[in-house]
């Protein structure tokens, strides 16, 4: 394994020759994938480098340093890929993974419904076997970026005479079908990040199962940890981005014009440039000298930095304890809420008025009405500490029926 300057020192000559920001958006990430810096960390014969996090961390912050374009943002790259690493088959690692490394497909996740949210394993969404072929019926809500996407990780219920989290099978689901039908939610922050998502009679071939039938809960717990630790404080990769896909049209854009561009997905923890942004703004507006004000900022600073560690932690096996996936999300929840609070203690009356004629250009408004959304997705924070207190602390587990019961016996709330 090379050390971490080595790994610098490859990526900065590879790029010298490699990066040209002529090219578009599709020939750079294809380049990308195929050279084995979009996911170092993925084996090989996975389109990797088989290194660690570490090293993979040196990686993307060589790309950032060197002023290229990262690999492709969305939740393909953040779940689809490693959950097809852990369970797919010779096929998905060759083909799919790599569409998804080089932007060629935009993924969305198809797990929660209105009936099985924090309880995932309730969901109802039926797969029926026909032939070679299965006929998906049922509904999802907030999917995230569905309009955009032409790719589904679909987790439906297979066998319903099975305990309920044994019945249900991963499939990798055509959006772009009839049967298929994408309704926006609009937020209080005024955008449609997600989506209802009916399906009426559409079809997967079994060549789409992720994993086995029926043994969808494994794969399914791959692309929720994975969730996860990618939307703990800390951040990665890139001096730009894109969102990939053919529905997004940005693969044919001239790659140098995405640099710069921030990634797309939401406010996050905000990192260590959150802090500093508030700092700036507390300055302008003679807040700075409010020890109050101080304090929280120092604070939010801290955390901040002690976020970054917990979710490099979590990225590197040598250093995990347990549990680190649940705690770095727990804390960028925090975080959002504190610079929530201190954001509007800054800038006062005017966090009631949105737009970017105000001070911090909107930045603090922004803030406070995506702040909810972190505790809320990848599990809420209730269910991080039920994790927590179960798989981590030994804790007994929660009261419920025996987990034997076929799911057809279930009592359900719909
Ligand atoms: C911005 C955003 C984006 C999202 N994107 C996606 C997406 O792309 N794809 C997708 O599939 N889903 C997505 N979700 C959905 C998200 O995963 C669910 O909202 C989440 O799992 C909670 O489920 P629920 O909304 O049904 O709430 P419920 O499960 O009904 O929970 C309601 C409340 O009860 C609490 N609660 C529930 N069970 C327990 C328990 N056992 N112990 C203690 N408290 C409990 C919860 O913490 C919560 O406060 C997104 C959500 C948000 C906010």
Redesign the pocket.
Known sequence: MPTAEEVRAEVKAWLEDNWDPDLTVAQWWDVLARSGYAAPTFPTECWGKGWTRDLAMAVNETIAQCGAVGPPAG?GYLLAAPTIVAHGNERQHRNDLLRILNGQDAW?????E?G?????ASLGTKAVKDGDEWIITGQ???????QLSNKGMLLARTDPDLPKHTGITYFEFDMRQPGVEIRPLR?MTGRA??NEVFIDGARVHDDDIIGRVNNGWAAANTTLMAERAGLGTGGSGGAGNAFPGPLARQLDDRVGDHVGQVRTG?TGGGGVAAAQRLVKLAQELGRNADPNVRQKLAKLYTLQQLGRFSTLRAKSPSQRTGGEPNIAKLMMSDLLRLQRELGNEIIGAHGMIVGSDTPGGGFVQEVTLFS???S????????Q??ILGERVLGLPK?PGPDKNTPFRELLVNR
């Open positions: 939740l969305c996740q198809l797990f929660s209105p099985a949210g924090s309880d995932l999802k809500v907030w999917t995230s970026t569905a937020e990040l997600f939401g909810p959304g972190p809320i997705y990848g599990g809420t924070d209730q269910v500490r039920n929660e």
